[in-house]
């Protein structure tokens, strides 16, 4: 979901990195091969972000599900189910590996990011169907080092967004609107 994604990279930006939205990783053959998708076209993921003073990079996905139940539990403990194929780069080690990998490559290639960044895999989740999903995939996703933008930290964010100065932003502009007295 584009909105989605362009509010997750708008929070990105207020806190010190540079973002892109759909952003496409390239993928030889051989790659493509070895993640088991000899016909995939780029891979892409929804929100790149880059943090030049660490040299990290942050590879968001996002999946808002606000009309939906939400991300749950079995997404991640269930790998194989209905659920858990919607999070391939989270339960495909060697296709992490393949697209995270060339990632990094594909940015410092292109000057994007200096040598050697150091690259998180994210989530950005607009809803979790419960609290104990919600417990489950924050210690998961620490266990991993990988990092979760829980609904929560977006509403705050967002908050936060509505009290500063004025930005020409489509999420900057709709939170002033509902948020602001």
Not at 12 to 27: A, H, I, S
Not at 126 to 155: C, H, M, T
Request: proline residues 3%; positive net charge; hydrophobic residues 35%.
């Amino acid at each position: 979901m584009d909105s989605f994604e362009n509010i997750v990279a708008s929070i990105l930006d207020r806190n010190g990195y540079w973002t892109r939205t759909e952003f496409k990783v390239d993928l030889t053959t051989s790659d493509k091969n070895r993640i088991g998708r000899p016909s995939s076209p780029r891979w892409e993921i929804d929100v790149i972000a880059y943090e030049a003073n660490t040299n990290r990079i942050l590879a968001v996905e996002c999946k808002s599900y606000l009309d939906s139940t939400g991300v749950r539990t079995q997404a991640f403990a269930e790998p194989g189910s209905q659920h858990g194929r919607r999070f391939k780069l989270f339960n495909e080690s060697t296709t992490r590996r393949v697209v995270l990998s060339n990632l990094a490559a594909q940015l410092e290639s292109n000057g994007l990011c200096r040598p050697n960044p150091d690259v998180t895999l994210c989530l950005a989740a607009g809803k979790v169907r419960n609290a104990d999903d919600l417990d489950y995939i924050q210690n998961y996703f620490k266990k991993r080092d990988w990092q979760f933008f829980s609904p929560e930290w977006i509403r705050s964010e967002l908050r936060s967004l509505a009290k500063s100065g004025y930005e020409n932003s489509t999420a900057a502009v709709t939170t002033k609107l509902l948020l602001r007295e």
